[in-house]
Nanobody, 123 residues
Framework: QVELEESGGGLVQSGGSLRVSCIIS????????VGWFRQVPGKGREFVAA????????DYADSVKGRFTISRINVANTVYLQMNSLKPEDTAVYYC????????????????WGQGTQVTVSS
């Protein structure tokens, strides 16, 4: 059974940094492309970043490009999202998601989702 679990969220001041992690269980062959998405109340899930199953290619939303970095360590079944120069508008629940195949920016393309971790950036 595949499960994804996020951790590392919290409260940080504007301009600060935070790293969130996604641990994937039930995927011994690192088959999944992984995406990070975020959601605020009343809105749909927004694409943040994605990484291929091998980690050789990444993709970022324009709003986070140059500030966030997605990476993965397959032997540890973990995907990270390093967030620097955080802004109050980055405040959201952050979700990681996995899918077989290519990385995608489209939430419905992902079959497996974690429960989310709250990131709050104070001004």
């Amino acid at each position: 059974q595949v499960e994804l679990e996020e951790s590392g969220g919290g409260l940080v001041q504007s301009g600060g940094s935070l790293r969130v992690s996604c641990i994937i269980s039930g995927d011994p062959y690192s088959s999944f492309a992984v995406g990070w998405f975020r959601q605020v109340p009343g809105k749909g899930r927004e694409f943040v970043a994605a990484v291929t199953r091998t980690g050789d290619r990444t993709d970022y939303a324009d709003s986070v490009k140059g500030r966030f970095t997605i990476s993965r360590i397959n032997v540890a079944n973990t995907v990270y999202l390093q967030m620097n120069s955080l802004k109050p508008e980055d405040t959201a629940v952050y979700y990681c998601a996995g899918r077989i195949g290519l990385a995608s920016r489209d939430p419905p393309m992902y079959r497996y989702w974690g429960q989310g971790t709250q990131v709050t950036v104070s001004s």
